[in-house]
């Protein structure tokens, strides 16, 4: 399919409950930054995309960092004395502190409190907490389940193992017409959680998919890595061909109903962020566009001073903002299929934009070249209708003098891209337009 049938794949798309489904099915799976949770997610995902599993040793130095152990878990409760369940990993995957080390054995309510977490203000629900990068273990639980933890002693068990293994990442890459790279980034280190970690996940592998039937000017990577060491992982083995990498971008949180927020690369004015900030100003009515701030997902490692990459965040409401963050309300009735679907076609409206955009030529640059009697003029002058196109034909004219991108043209008519664009593709049939040599930006 070309490229330019983008619109028609878009408006043909109702890809928003699926997205939603294809959630469900990741939602019980219990990732961590390691784990056979993570490969089991990566296996789901190769149901729908050419996606390899890469596996990096245990004791891997990464630039400053070292792949941890591998971390599995089987079971986890607390227990009562008489066996009877009271916290239990089973139900929910949230209650064991990911990445706790093996514990079992029978303690005084009192000795558990250092290892119990809880919400006061939110009785119930189950905070999400981790411990990588110190040995130690734990459980979340509402606050109700604590204040009914009056027992004198408890069974405890976390059936876990940390050992030598793996972390597992995963990569789909599409080969387009130039080995320049479009990169789509994010984690998959979080259990049962939605929004984070997720709804990322899922309209990812629905962008890839779509990727896959569509002509290619760039090349596409999708990575699917655990947060922070993965991307840290991923650098250090990749950091030979980043260089290829033109525009790049992390998504998380995209599945909730708030309005969107666009960060912008370290670089601040990258394409990528030229390209979504214009597509966000045209098309989406209330969102948001910050500053870079190095603090936040993986683009913290791709825009570290020693990669500086051209890669921006995609999210809706940003970390920390929502209060079901990093808890059990951040489940499947927290993200909706609308949302979903309307990231989707946000982010395929800015590959619309880097996939088409070029630099042109007016092959009559002296004067006005006369439109009517190419056929694209209005017929009857005066009539409202057409306006846009007509004004969008004088620009694109005026600008095509081989210096502006059509990019550049659109932000500066104020006129949305694909209106620029369709009117170079009538010039271009014309012969009123030629493209200029090493024009693509
Ligand atoms: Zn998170």
Redesign the pocket.
């Known amino acids: 399919m070309e490229f330019s049938k983008i619109n028609e794949v878009l408006a043909t798309t109702r890809e928003g409950q699926l997205l939603h489904d294809f959630m469900s099915m990741l939602y019980p799976i219990c990732r961590s930054i390691t784990g056979e949770g993570v490969r089991e997610t990566l296996r789901q995902l190769q149901q729908h995309v050419p996606l390899e599993i890469r596996e990096v040793a245990s004791g891997t130095k990464v630039f400053d960092w070292t792949v941890p152990l591998e971390w599995n878990i089987q079971d986890a409760y607390i227990a009562t004395t008489r066996g009877e369940r009271v916290v239990d990993f089973r139900k929910n995957n949230l209650h064991v502190v990911n990445y706790s080390v093996p514990v079992r054995g029978t303690f005084k309510r009192a000795d558990l409190d250092g290892h119990l977490h809880s919400l006061p203000e939110r009785p119930d629900w189950i905070p999400?907490r981790t411990s990588y990068y110190k040995e130690n273990w734990g459980f979340c639980l509402t606050h109700r389940q604590l204040s009914e933890l009056n027992e004198p002693e408890y069974e405890v068990c976390i059936d876990s193992s940390l050992q030598p293994g793996h972390l597992s990442y995963g990569e789909v890459f599409l080969p387009g017409a130039t080995e320049e790279e479009v990169l789509i980034s994010c984690?998959v280190c979080?259990p049962s959680?939605c929004n984070?970690?997720l709804s990322g996940i899922a309209v990812a592998t629905y962008l890839a998919k779509v990727m896959q039937k569509i002509v290619r000017r760039f090349s596409y990577r999708f990575v699917f890595i655990p947060?922070t060491i993965g991307s840290i992982t991923w650098l250090a083995q990749n950091q030979e061909r980043t260089n290829l990498i033109r525009h790049g971008v992390v998504l998380t949180g995209v599945g909730d109903s708030g309005n969107v927020t666009y960060k912008r690369s370290r670089q601040g004015n990258a394409y990528v962020d030229r390209a979504i900030t214009h597509i966000l100003n045209h098309r989406v009515r209330a969102h948001r566009v910050v500053d870079f701030s190095p603090y936040g997902y993986d683009e913290r490692q791709y825009c570290s001073p020693g990669f500086n990459l051209p890669v921006g965040c995609f999210m809706r409401t940003s970390?920390g903002e929502y209060p079901e963050?990093?808890t059990s309300a951040d489940n499947l009735e927290f993200v909706a299929a609308e949302a979903l679907q309307e990231s989707l076609e946000i982010l395929l409206h800015a590959i619309h934009v880097i996939e088409n955009d070029a630099r042109f030529l007016n092959t009559n640059p002296c004067c006005e070249p006369q439109l009517g009697r190419r056929g694209l003029y209005r017929a009857i002058a005066g009539q409202k209708e057409g306006a846009q196109k007509e004004m969008a034909l004088l620009w694109v004219l005026n600008l095509s003098d081989g210096q502006h991108t059509l990019l550049d043209i659109a932000e500066r008519a104020n006129t949305p891209f694909e209106v620029i664009h369709a009117a170079a593709c009538a010039l271009k049939e014309c012969n009123l337009l030629e493209e200029s040599r090493g024009g693509r930006p």
Do not use: M, V
Request: aromatic share 20%.
């Open positions: 999400y984690h979080h959680l984070d970690n947060g970390h963050y990093h």
